[in-house]
């Protein structure tokens, strides 16, 4: 009897650790596609330690091929040779965005939106760093802001933010 007793709390932990990951589906993303967002782009120009407004656009497409691949079409009406397009990969059975792991994800009914936080070890201005990303996706709203933690530093400090409505 004891044994089944441990079993049983053992099984409703892990069940519960499972469940608790944050995760993403194709599904959640595909509301980003169809017409083109506007908006814009702050980031810290590391050179002035200031930041700098720039107008930014972007059209989100689902690859055709596979459902969790997502192109993120970037254009820059004033800088045309800065657009570009970033390949975005839904992995892990949803817990990662690329090679970022989702740490938390939040659904707020209400207003019809979902905060997702990815991390990941990486680098920053030539330092090793840990890289956040928080997105705010909705119909009406998509808002993806990248922070920094350099190593052996206490505090995340916002190094860009992509701003758009549609």
């Known amino acids: 009897m004891k044994i089944s007793k441990a079993l049983f709390l053992l099984s409703v932990m892990f069940t519960g650790f499972v469940f608790d990951n944050p995760f993403i589906n194709s599904e959640e993303l595909k509301i980003l596609t169809g017409e083109k967002w ?3 782009l702050t980031y810290l120009d590391y050179g002035k330690n200031k930041f700098v407004n720039i107008p930014s656009d972007i059209t989100i497409v689902q690859s055709a091929e596979d459902s969790n691949i997502y192109f ?3 254009e820059y009406p004033d800088e ?4 570009g397009v970033d390949t975005v990969v839904i992995n892990d059975e949803g817990h990662k965005l690329n090679d970022e792991l989702i740490i938390d994800k939040k659904n707020n009914d209400s207003n019809n939106y979902i905060t997702l936080v990815t991390q990941k070890n990486g680098f920053d201005n030539d330092k090793k760093a840990v890289l956040k990303h928080t997105y705010v996706i909705s119909e009406k709203k998509f808002v993806i802001a ?3 933690k350099y190593d052996n530093e206490n505090d995340f400090f916002k190094r860009n933010e992509y701003s758009y409505e549609r």
């Open 38 to 40: 506007k908006g814009t």
């Open 72 to 74: 993120f079409e970037y």
């Open 80 to 83: 045309p040779h800065a657009n």
């Open 146 to 148: 990248k922070f920094v």
